[in-house]
C-alpha cells in the first residue's frame, strides 16, 4: 500500500492509501464527497541508523560470501556440571 496525496478544491488536502494499481489521477474526498485531484510529490524515503545499515551490509554480503572457519573457535568458559556457578549457591540446602 502507498500512500498519495489528493487535494479537494472545497476541503483542501487529504491522504489515502491505496494499492499501487487503484491509484488514479482523482478520487473522492472523503469530508464532502467532491472529485480531488492527486498531488504529485516526492516519494517519503526513510533512511536508517549506521548500525543497521551496517548489519543489513554484513548480511548481504555474508549471503554471497560467508566467512569461512579454519580452525574451532576458543571454548567459552562456563560454569561445569561439578561446580555452582555463584559461591552462595554452595550454601543452598541440598535434597
Do not use: K, W
Not at 491505496?18 to 464527497?33: F, K, T, V
Request: one cysteine or more; aromatic letters at 4%; hydrophobic letters at 35%.
Amino acid at each position: 500500500m502507498a500512500t498519495y496525496e489528493f487535494t479537494c478544491r472545497r476541503c483542501g488536502g487529504f491522504d489515502l492509501s491505496l494499492p499501487m494499481s487503484q491509484a488514479a489521477a482523482r478520487a473522492r474526498c472523503p469530508r464532502c464527497g467532491n472529485e480531488a485531484r492527486r498531488r504529485y510529490t516526492a516519494p517519503a524515503l526513510r533512511t536508517i541508523s549506521a548500525g543497521l545499515s551496517r548489519a543489513a551490509d554484513l548480511a548481504d554480503g555474508s549471503a554471497e560470501r560467508p566467512r569461512v572457519v579454519r580452525a574451532i573457535p576458543p571454548a567459552v568458559t562456563a560454569p561445569g556440571p561439578m561446580g555452582p556457578a555463584h559461591p552462595l549457591q554452595a550454601r543452598l540446602p541440598r535434597s
